[in-house]
């Protein structure tokens, strides 16, 4: 990771105050962490992911992605049943910092609850959020 | 409560750091990553700001008799021009902070952590009573840098202003710089051979640019208060609110090669009665035998039950391991011991293992 990065804010995606995203895929939810968030924790090291099966409410603390320096819980941003989970993050664990709105996904959520979607912010919003400094 | 700002704080902004709160400071915890930055430090060299520390200036007749018994080390062998490191002991043995102590020509310095500077001048100065002496705070005379690594010495010696090269471990010297005064001494917490600068304060932002410059085709990095940890905690340096604390003593810490209990200090006599009979909770070093983290605060347990504490955890950059130390009763602390570190709920195994982590390969010179 760089510090020095410019952030980026993909359109396709939405986003939760707690800097998870969510981009719809037909039936199927991915989830991952924002740019933001990777570029805040810095090297990660450690990402622990939910059983297969499980079923979650959005909000629900869903598994921990950790840095050098510290563990930091991740949560849905959408309910619904765990379908999949990031396997390949067992062993480079840092692909979350380098593409995380592609390799670096967490979860593949199936079935979802197609509700929760519009509680989180597109894009713009959720840039100029944090921009202002209501959230970080 | 206003965070305090080192001189050098537009400087690290714009090198790109991220600034956190650090003892009443705002300093920079990373600037390109903590894991280059803890590399950088192993393979190559990298510089710190470390002005938030404090330094307290011991003058008189009686200076060296003060801090024998202020401190746990003892200082009457020390050569001019030299440093130690010491424990600062309440009465009843836990520890005020830690220390480094220079001796210079008429002159001592005790240099303090940054988060306790208040507390240490008070502290020491309610010692004081009965001793000819003065005291006097110098953290505004000096700006303090680490400059650490392995080829410190090399990007150093390019910039003609300190002449280091024949500088031994644990030694210090003066250098002249615009007509001020400034000390470089061969010290550090990184566990690698390098350098602490008490630069005159008005030089203290040119000597970091100078240094990184001088250094910009060797890998010189600048590092933050992140990799600072992760390097001290490999080599298994202790930190104050971690390993050490008002509820610890140096003896439980493993600190006892610090402290000459055939001398009176303040603290003294509980941790001779420790060192004759023993603790209840031991420091130890720790890896990881199951996958997890083990960090700060994390419970140790013992066939269910809880029976101790982690000080501090993360994956250690060098060694490529998940390793912690942590306080664990005495029958658990021996090498080889398997216990369980509670991580989110889960026991999860680890061993006690020989440390320190990571031993340097380059230093005593």
Redesign the interface.
């Known amino acids: 990771?760089?510090?020095?990065k410019e952030i980026s804010y993909p359109n396709d995606v939405k986003y939760a105050a707690s800097h998870e995203w969510v981009k719809v895929d037909g039936d199927t939810a991915i989830v991952g962490i924002s740019d933001y968030a990777q570029d805040?924790l810095?090297?990660i090291?450690?990402v622990?992911l939910p059983t297969v099966g499980m079923e979650l409410k959005a909000g629900d603390a869903f598994g921990?992605v950790?840095?050098?320096?510290?563990?930091s819980d991740v949560y849905m941003p959408i309910g619904g049943a765990i379908a999949a989970t990031n396997d390949a993050l067992k062993d480079a664990p840092e692909t979350v910092n380098s593409d995380a709105f592609g390799a670096g996904w967490l979860l593949k959520v199936f079935p979802y609850n197609a509700a929760d979607l519009d509680k989180l912010m597109d894009a713009a919003t959720y840039k100029s959020k944090i921009e202002s400094g209501e959230i970080h | 409560m206003d965070l305090k700002r080192t001189p050098l704080y537009d400087t690290h902004r714009a090198l790109g750091a991220k600034m956190v709160e650090f003892g009443g400071w705002e300093m920079p915890v990373q600037y390109q990553g903590i894991l280059d930055e803890h590399r950088a430090v192993r393979n190559a060299a990298g510089l710190f700001d470390i002005d938030h520390m404090g330094q307290v200036r011991v003058t008189g007749d009686d200076a060296l008799k003060f801090l024998n018994h202020l401190l746990t080390a003892n200082f009457s062998d020390m050569e001019i021009n030299s440093a130690k490191y010491a424990v600062m002991c309440y009465a009843d043995g836990t520890c005020v902070d830690d220390t480094f102590v220079y001796r210079l020509d008429n002159e001592w310095m005790v240099v303090v952590n940054a988060g306790n500077r208040d507390k240490d001048n008070a502290w020491i100065k309610a010692q004081a009573t009965g001793f000819d002496i003065e005291l006097k705070d110098v953290s505004a005379e000096f700006y303090m840098l680490a400059f650490q690594g392995p080829k410190a010495e090399a990007v150093l010696q390019k910039l003609g202003t300190f002449n280091v090269a024949d500088l031994q471990y644990r030694h210090a010297r003066e250098f002249s710089l615009n007509g001020e005064r400034g000390i470089i001494a061969r010290t550090g917490y990184t566990g690698e051979d390098g350098f602490e600068l008490f630069v005159p304060n008005s030089q203290g932002k040119h000597v970091w640019d100078a240094i990184l410059d001088a250094g910009k085709d060797d890998g010189v990095l600048p590092i933050g208060l992140g990799a600072r940890d992760s390097l001290r905690f490999e080599a298994k340096f202790a930190l104050y609110g971690h390993e050490i604390d008002a509820n610890t003593t140096p003896i439980e810490a493993a600190l006892g090669w610090a402290c000459d209990l055939n001398k009176n200090f303040v603290g003294r006599d509980v941790l001779l009665k420790q060192k004759l009979e023993g603790t209840t909770k031991k420091l130890v070093g720790f890896e990881m035998l199951e996958r997890g983290i083990a960090r700060a605060g994390y419970e140790i347990a013992s066939n269910g039950n809880v029976v101790g504490v982690v000080t501090s955890g993360m994956p250690a950059p060098t060694l490529e391991k998940n390793i912690g130390l942590g306080y664990v009763p005495p029958e658990l602390a021996k090498v080889g011991t398997e216990f369980d570190i509670i991580i989110r709920g889960k026991p999860t195994k680890a061993r006690v293992v020989k440390t320190p982590f990571y031993a340097n390969r380059a230093r005593g010179k």
């Not at chain 1, 990771?1 to 020095?4: I, N």
């Not at chain 1, 950790?66 to 563990?71: D, L």
């Open positions: 990771m760089s510090s020095g805040a810095g090297d090291v450690f622990e921990v950790e840095s050098v320096k510290a563990a």
